[in-house]
């Protein structure tokens, strides 16, 4: 079993930024990639990015790919997310998720692992 923990959650003024971490426990060694979805109230969860613990490959979704930075430091099997200019529509709980595929892994039923969640609210 993989334990993830969240962090870094909280009130961002538009045009601010964030910067989310995630450490990962337990059966670490089984761990491939690593990644991000947030979901807003009423919608679906949505893929943000991810990174492989293999390769260093990081890959931001379309819709936040000029805004988003994700990166590592597999020593602390810890993965973070930065994103800038944020928007309203950025509210989002944002998770931390961990999948034992390898290569860049983008779909949603190949993380196993799920964080609780951290709120990031986007408000003046």
């Known amino acids: 079993q993989v334990q993830l923990v969240e962090s870094g959650g909280g009130l961002v003024q538009p045009g601010g930024s964030l910067r989310l971490s995630c450490a990962a426990s337990?059966?670490?060694?089984?761990?491939?990639?690593m990644g991000w979805y947030r979901q807003a109230p009423g919608a679906e969860r949505e893929f943000v990015a991810t990174?492989?613990?293999?390769?260093?490959?990081?890959y931001c979704a379309d819709s936040v790919k000029s805004r988003c930075t994700i990166s590592g430091d597999r020593a602390k099997s810890t993965v973070y997310l930065r994103m800038s200019n944020l928007k309203l529509d950025d509210t989002a709980v944002y998770y931390c998720?961990?999948?034992?595929?390898?290569?860049?892994?983008?779909?949603?039923?190949?993380?196993?692992?799920w964080g609780q969640g951290t709120q990031v609210t986007v408000s003046s």
């Open positions: 998720a961990a999948s034992t595929s390898m290569g860049v892994v983008t779909k949603t039923g190949e993380y196993a692992y």
């Open positions: 990174i492989s613990w293999s390769s260093g490959i990081t």
């Open positions: 337990g059966s670490i060694f089984s761990i491939n990639a």
